[in-house]
């Protein structure tokens, strides 16, 4: 079933196209207009469907709508039909481990969906503050960095922050592998200006791993008008919503990259003539994030954890887009150039990362003091490391060196081998608990493992593999 077809409640008479720019397309109404959000739906000579989104009313006789699809084919004077409802998906268990794209069409080649399923408009509220759940619980992923450091929250919304070349995806794929393995819960991914290459090939992965029967994925692709990728996040929202309100079920969606989707609504507020605000972003951005980022939220059936990659630009963390983004996040991993560059991967920053989870009433006093020491250490380093440069680490003092010493051990230990890197590195990934990763720090941290040479701690899972690769060394 086509995206426009799934109603035949129309509410006004046919109207016609007066005016065709790019992927904006205005039409004429003798009398009832189409409301906002509705679909409109043109169809091209050769009887294929082209879709339309109301965005404005104009007078009281024209809308002007943003095509969500190419609009090669059509010219001034077609009919355009009214469907009389917005877009709606697919949602349900039948949807589970397909491939859609932002119409809630399968695009993996496995044949059509099973008959009956629900559909859902994308158009939808957040949860109301009486239904939301208020209590604050610890999400593991198994990665050390992110757990010890800056843990996420279980129904909140984590971001990677980060420029061009130093993870996110990468970081993002060993996520999924590592929560659908641990939680069972239902997983999304939503690729938003995704390259086609780069979504087959987690699709491959995917199936490759065995994790597609709890998996949906979601995708607006690169060459998608912006319309189209503008509104794919909410249809991967909509069916994350369903498995949490009607199934009662934890859903783990991942987007990858919310930057794009901001940068789609920059597209569609400048094809509709909006007047550009602050760097030629739309005015109406807060917004239009704020619509998104607040339907993930944890209520009294379920939980929608979201894990976003953010691209920052020029690696500029000032930029409205990063800015707007941190104001709905519960934890922020930034990704480090720098420490990418040194091989420290995942190359999250300790010290400009953080959550709001890190407290004593969320993680106990232990995890909390354990982290605490553990970025003190790595701070203090930082500060040392003009000196050591232009001194030597043997003109520091002995406390010091020490402390330098723990620290480019932590640094190392805090890095960690991927099961989606394993056939780069020819090193089996691991998957850390929080109690093995805190037990590390903590071993480090109190001098237990002073005699080890620093390079048995880098990509090494435990601290137990950590002696044992010394012991295997003869130290």
Do not use: W
């Not at 996420?152 to 984590?158: D, L, S, V």
């Not at 000032?318 to 519960?330: E, G, M």
Request: proline share 5%.
């Amino acid at each position: 079933m086509k995206a426009g077809e799934q109603t035949s409640n129309k509410i006004c008479k046919p109207g016609v196209i007066t005016r065709l720019r790019g992927s904006v397309v205005e039409v004429a109404f003798e009398e009832q207009l189409p409301a906002l959000n509705e679909l409109l739906r043109i169809d091209r000579t050769d009887g294929t469907p082209v879709f339309v989104e109301v965005m404005q009313h104009m007078d009281t006789q024209r809308v002007r709508g943003m095509a969500l699809s190419p609009t090669r084919g059509l010219s001034r004077g077609q009919a355009v039909e009214a469907t009389g409802e917005p877009l709606q998906v697919p949602v349900g268990p039948g949807t589970l481990s397909r491939m859609f794209n932002a119409f809630g069409e399968p695009i993996d080649d496995c044949g059509d969906l099973p008959p009956g399923l629900a559909r859902q408009s994308i158009h939808r509220q957040a949860p109301a503050l009486g239904d939301r759940q208020t209590g604050k619980e610890i999400f593991e992923t198994g990665i050390k960095a992110v757990d010890v450091l800056a843990p996420i929250e279980r129904g909140g919304k984590a971001g990677l922050f980060g420029g061009a070349g130093v993870g996110k995806t990468v970081l993002l794929t060993e996520l999924i592998q590592n929560i659908i393995g641990k939680h069972r819960g239902v997983s999304i991914f939503c690729g938003i200006g995704e390259r086609s290459r780069e979504g087959q090939e987690l699709y491959e992965e995917m199936k490759a791993a065995e994790l597609l029967d709890d998996m949906i994925l979601v995708f607006g692709q690169m060459h998608e008008p912006p319309g189209c990728r503008f509104r794919v996040g909410q249809t991967a929202l909509t069916m994350a919503e369903y498995f949490r309100d009607r199934e009662c079920r934890d859903v783990l969606l991942l987007i990858d990259n919310i930057f794009r989707f901001i940068q789609a609504g920059a597209e569609v507020s400048a094809l509709m003539g909006n007047l550009p605000s602050q760097m030629d972003y739309q005015p109406t951005l807060s917004t239009e994030l704020a619509s998104l980022e607040e339907r993930i939220a944890s209520t009294k059936n379920g939980a929608i954890t979201s894990i976003q990659a953010v691209y920052v630009p020029a690696d500029d963390f000032t930029d409205p887009s990063s800015v707007h983004t941190f104001a709905h996040l519960s934890a922020s991993l930034v990704l480090s150039r720098k420490r990418a560059a040194e091989g420290l991967l995942p190359a999250i920053d300790p010290l400009e990362s953080s959550s709001q989870m890190l407290t004593v009433e969320v993680v106990g006093e232990r995890h909390y003091l354990i982290a605490r020491e553990t970025r003190s250490t790595l701070a203090r380093y930082e500060e040392l490391k003009d000196i050591i440069a232009m001194l030597g680490l043997e003109q520091l003092a002995q406390e010091n060196r020490k402390l330098v010493e723990r620290a480019r051990k932590l640094e190392r230990f805090l890095t960690q081998p991927f099961f989606s890197t394993e056939r780069f590195t020819n090193i089996p990934g691991a998957m850390i608990s929080l109690d093995d990763a805190l037990d590390g720090c903590e071993s480090i941290l109190s001098g237990r493992v002073d005699k080890i040479p620093e390079r048995f701690f880098y990509m090494a899972g435990t601290i137990e593999d950590v002696e044992r690769r010394s012991r295997e060394n003869g130290i």
